[in-house]
């Protein structure tokens, strides 16, 4: 994607999951590597689960930082109820990238909505999204010791379809972030990396042949 043209880049998940934050790092990067950024943020009583929304725009210039209905280039869910009920924010070729997990929000636990199944949360997320990939991010945040790495986890996901390179990420959230929990963020971060990279080359290993990492001099390299 020509980043001239943008990435319109919808978060959803629920309070306490670190969306906010997530987004904040995500517009960051993207301004260290010379762009414009506009960011909003929605929060639906979140310190008590609710909806948490953050619209993320990027490109050489940027008016509006709120996107509309059916502009999204992509959808980072950390909840799959909430990565379906905002599946409608992604354009046509749109991206969905889903933490395959759920915690159920405010809405269904105050007893106002049934908890959907599996089947038609993938059913909604597909009647939007060109391509829905599921991420075993809490499952990944329980490994490393620390649910609450779920959002950078998230972020090293979806990084792997950005144009900025793995250290600017992980320069970012090193400054960021307190010293005492950066160096668990930047692994999460690469394990949601490794998890994409898992995904990708186990459903299309063609599509490989153009990513780039890192090498430890900071030159680029394709893998």
Not at 19 to 39: P, R
Not at 62 to 76: K, M, Y
Not at 90 to 107: C, F, H, W, Y
Not at 182 to 197: C, K, P, Q, T, Y
Request: proline share 3%.
């Amino acid at each position: 994607m020509n980043i001239q043209e943008g990435f319109d880049i919808v978060l959803v998940g629920v309070g306490g999951q670190g969306v906010v934050l997530a987004s904040d790092i995500l517009a960051e990067v993207a301004m260290k590597n010379g762009y414009d950024v506009k960011k909003t943020d929605t929060l639906g009583m979140a310190q008590r689960g609710g909806s948490v929304v953050s619209n993320v725009r990027i490109s050489t210039h940027v008016d509006s930082p709120v996107i509309d209905r059916g502009d999204a280039n992509f959808l980072l869910g950390f909840e799959k109820m909430e990565t379906a009920r905002f599946a409608s924010m992604l354009r046509t070729g749109g991206v969905t990238i889903m933490n395959d997990a759920k915690q159920e929000p405010v809405s269904v636990t105050a007893g106002g909505e049934e908890y959907p199944t599996d089947e038609a949360i993938d059913a909604e997320i597909t009647k939007y999204a060109d391509n829905l990939i599921k991420v075993p991010g809490t499952d990944t945040a329980v490994e490393l010791g620390n649910r609450k790495v779920l959002n950078t986890i998230m972020l090293g996901a979806m990084s792997f379809f950005l144009p900025f390179t793995k250290s600017s990420w992980t320069s970012v959230l090193r400054e960021k972030l307190p010293e005492k929990i950066a160096e668990i963020n930047v692994d999460a971060f690469n394990a949601g990396r490794r998890d994409m990279l898992d995904i990708i080359s186990r459903a299309e290993p063609a599509d490989l042949a153009g990513e780039e990492e890192e090498d430890e001099h900071g030159h680029d390299h394709c893998c």
